[in-house]
C-alpha cells in the first residue's frame, strides 16, 4: 500500500540521549514535512523538505535537525533530547495538491 | 502565510447535516483551501480541496464564497464515525509549501 511508514510507532527515551524517527515514502513525493502534535496546540511544523538535497525550518526547529539524502527517506534526529519534546510526531509528504500523512510516532523523553 | 479561524467545537447528531465554516481573510490569490479529518491516535487525512465556488466529491462538500475570505465544509447525514477533528488549511503546496495548520475543531457526533 502506497504512502508513508514512520518507525518506531513509539518509544521512551532518557534525557540527554540521542534519537532518530524514521520516515519513508513509496510515492515518490518531492516535499516532506515533520510536524508535532501536542495537546491544545495543535500541529506545528518542524522541518521541511521541498526536494531531496534541501530543507528548511519550521515553526519550532529548535533541538531538531533533519536531512534528505534521497527522495524517499526524511530522518528527524534529536540530538539530545529533552522533556518538551514529549509528544506525537508525524511525517508528512505532498505533491502538490495536498498532504499524505503517516500514523506517527509518539515520543516520550523521561 | 494565511492564518485561518475555525470554532473550537461543535456537536452533532446522527443524520444530521454538519457545516463548519472557516475564515482565512488574508488568502492569497494562488491559495487552495484545503481540509483534513483526524481520529486520535492518527495522522490526518485529505478530505477535500478547492479554489472557488463550490465542490463536492464522496465524502464532503466545500463551499467558498467569491472574495474566497471564507470557506464552509460540510458533511452530509453525519454518523458516529465522523466523530474527529477538521482542519482548514489556506496555501500553494507548490510554493514552499510549509502550511501552517490551525486549532481545527472538533466534531462530536452523538447518537
Known amino acids: 500500500i502506497a504512502g508513508i511508514t514512520q518507525a518506531p510507532t513509539s518509544q521512551i527515551l532518557a534525557a540527554g540521549r540521542r534519537m532518530t524517527l524514521r520516515c519513508t515514502q513509496d510515492m515518490r513525493h518531492n516535499a516532506m514535512y515533520w510536524y508535532r502534535q501536542d495537546l491544545g496546540l495543535g500541529l506545528r511544523l518542524i522541518h521541511y523538505?521541498?526536494?531531496?538535497?534541501?530543507?528548511g525550518k519550521g515553526e519550532v526547529p529548535d533541538g531538531y535537525s533533519v536531512s534528505r539524502a534521497n527522495t524517499d527517506d526524511f530522518p528527524l534526529t534529536l540530538a539530545s533530547a529533552v522533556p518538551s519534546q514529549t509528544s506525537v510526531y508525524f511525517c508528512a509528504s505532498s505533491e502538490g495538491r495536498g498532504y499524505t500523512f503517516g500514523s506517527g510516532t509518539r515520543l516520550t523523553v523521561v | 502565510l494565511a492564518k485561518t479561524t475555525q470554532p473550537i467545537s461543535m456537536d452533532s447528531y446522527e443524520g444530521q447535516e454538519v457545516n463548519i465554516t472557516c475564515s482565512h481573510n488574508n488568502i492569497a490569490t494562488n491559495d487552495y483551501i484545503t481540509w483534513y479529518q483526524q481520529f486520535p491516535s492518527q495522522g490526518p487525512r485529505f478530505i477535500i480541496q478547492g479554489y472557488k465556488t463550490k465542490v463536492t466529491n464522496e465524502v464532503a462538500s466545500l463551499f467558498i464564497p467569491a472574495d474566497r475570505k471564507s470557506s464552509t465544509l460540510s458533511l452530509p447525514r453525519v454518523s458516529l464515525s465522523d466523530t474527529a477533528v477538521y482542519y482548514c488549511?489556506?496555501?500553494?503546496?507548490?510554493?514552499?509549501?510549509?502550511?501552517?495548520f490551525g486549532q481545527g475543531t472538533e466534531l462530536s457526533v452523538k447518537p
Open positions: 488549511l489556506v496555501g500553494n503546496y507548490n510554493q514552499g509549501g510549509k502550511l501552517i
Open positions: 523538505s521541498n526536494t531531496a538535497g534541501t530543507t
